[in-house]
């Protein structure tokens, strides 16, 4: 199955006429992408709009020089036209049902598509988002429409690189037009953005910023790592007692799971001398683990989120094996020290963070699935199936979200008196910065609703550079967080961590006993329920 569950090859009475209209002087291998996805089910005619200027010569020249160093970036690579594609003045000629104007100006073509960056037409703004290190807002429209039909709020993973921002953003946008042609075939309303204020960016301050951080990730990378993620766990306490590593690996994405009276807990190692991922695990015992997590499955590709569950007395794992292009489902031959390949679920796309639900008589699975290059932070699907090695759909909504702030799944989705909680990862500054949790609050195969409840950002609550997993059992919990150490005899061991006292981590749990409650949250504390706005 695809990573949209659809078959992609289109019957010859599915195709429509389509009149697509490029900026002569910005063009982009992103451009022609676009034509190649939608020219599947549309029959496709190109005009050339030259009313947009090239960016400036400095963009040019930096860009170009980006390029030279980073050759996977081809969706923002320039292009020449087709012969065969003609100017704009030509398209009276064609009587199209549909015309979707990327010319970066405005038309006289009524109800046409087009893309805005940040609210603008024009890229360049779209540039300067980037050049302030800020993640962008996409958004296809009707033209004379501000209500949008599709939108996106990026994740922009490498915020020192142009062209790597451009690369996630024009991704993007080839999937953001494929929706928004499908709204409007399908009539469907459009959705309320949230546009941020463009900014003009200097490529100046740019520069000195990228010439100042390399050259200072060049004088500290003998002496520290930066984000080393460490886990740590809780039983009835304030307190979190930090897992000891050796400074060579670092543990993340952890997991508590029982069996047969005894409790383990699953997290991802990353040894930084193989720079790939391993599922390990570890025996628990009140608020310590009896020995170092010990390596359980390992694979010729990035293993993480090693999601563990019980079903019909198996134990099931289902990690994160994006790399890999597939979504795997692993069954406990001796649990945890051994396991099996049960069945590939999806294939075709990079799946994160999968977290499986049983819900209604239906198992869900709640993911980030990219095809087609942009980020795996920022964009949410859901899949649904009758079984759990059964034929997965997807959601008729996908993707459900695409917003930086609160896709990516952080861990288990809690039951509380009947109400569902999901934890995400905000990655709008950087990747694994907090926790967001919502309440889903409608769940089907055509429909899917979330609240936002409270936000756990890792700084304010713990001090940290990262906060990104959650997960509990009784009255044990775990969660993982990023803070920089130091190597050698520079390291400083961190033995515990404790959550801010009166802050949101801390007023999410009980006094006496420190349960997490969240379905009591709002009656228990009107201070967050006036803040929930400002999250």
């Known amino acids: 199955m695809s990573a949209d569950g659809v078959d992609a090859t289109p019957s010859p009475d599915e195709t429509s006429c389509i009149a697509l209209i490029l900026p002569k002087h910005r063009l982009r ?19 050339l709009d030259d009313r947009s200027p090239p960016y ?195 543990y ?59 079903h019909d007395g198996d134990i099931y794992m289902m990690p994160e094996t994006g790399e890999n292009r597939s979504l795997e489902l692993y069954r406990a031959v001796e649990f945890p020290w051994k396991w099996e390949l049960n069945t590939v679920l999806m294939e075709g796309a990079v799946f994160s963070d999968a977290t499986a639900l049983f819900h209604n008589g239906l198992w869900w699975i709640f993911v980030t699935a990219d095809s087609i290059g942009a980020s795996t932070q920022d964009q949410l699907s859901i899949f649904y199936s009758d079984t759990l090695q059964g034929i997965w759909t997807a959601h008729r909504a996908n993707p459900v979200k695409s917003d930086s702030r609160s896709s990516r799944p952080a861990g288990r989705i809690l039951r509380q008196n009947g109400r569902l909680f999901r934890p995400a990862q905000n990655c709008e500054e950087s990747y694994g910065a907090g926790i967001v949790w919502f309440e889903i609050t409608e769940l089907s195969p055509e429909r899917f609703s979330e609240r936002q409840v409270v936000a756990w950002d890792g700084c304010a609550e713990l001090g940290a550079t990262g906060l990104h997993s959650f997960d509990q059992l009784g009255g044990l919990q775990v969660i993982d967080f990023a803070h920089s150490i130091g190597r050698g005899w520079l390291r400083r061991r961190l033995r515990t961590v404790t959550p801010r006292d009166g802050g949101n981590m801390d007023a999410c749990f009980s006094r006496t006993s420190h349960h997490l409650q969240l379905d009591r949250l709002e009656n228990a504390n009107p201070r967050l329920k006036r803040s929930k706005a400002d999250l």
């Open 29 to 47: 291998e992103w451009h022609r992408e676009l034509l190649a996805h939608i020219g599947r089910t549309h029959e496709v005619n190109v005009f």
């Open 56 to 250: 400036s010569l400095a963009i040019q020249l930096w860009l170009k020089l980006e390029r030279l160093t980073l050759r996977s970036c081809t969706l923002a690579k320039p292009i020449a036209p087709e012969k065969h594609w003609r100017p704009v003045s030509a398209l009276g000629d064609l009587q199209s049902r549909t015309v979707i104007n990327l010319s970066e100006c405005s038309g006289p073509h009524p109800n046409a598509l087009e893309i805005r960056y940040d609210g603008a037409l024009d890229s360049r703004a779209l540039a300067d988002r980037l050049l302030s290190q800020k993640s962008p807002c996409l958004t296809v429209h009707r033209a004379g429409h501000e209500k949008a039909l599709v939108s996106s709020r990026l994740a922009i993973e490498e915020k020192l690189s142009i062209v790597r921002g451009l690369q996630a953003a024009f991704a993007r946008c080839i999937s953001l037009v494929a929706r928004g042609l499908e709204q409007v075939e399908d009539e469907v309303a459009g959705v309320t953005s949230e546009i941020a204020v463009p900014r003009r960016g200097s490529l100046l301050a740019f520069i000195l910023e990228v010439i100042a951080r390399k050259v200072s990730n060049v004088l500290m990378r003998p002496f520290r790592h930066r984000d080393h993620w460490h886990v740590a766990l809780r039983d009835g306490a304030r307190t979190f007692k930090v897992i000891e590593d050796d400074g060579e690996r670092f």
């Open 252 to 310: 993340a994405d952890p997991f508590v799971q029982m069996w047969q009276g005894r409790t383990f807990l699953l997290v991802e190692e990353y040894p930084y001398a193989t720079r790939r991922g391993i599922i390990s695990a570890a025996e628990v015992v009140g608020d310590e683990i009896l020995a170092p997590p010990t390596p359980v499955l390992t694979r010729p590709y990035h293993l993480s989120y090693p999601f563990i569950f019980e």
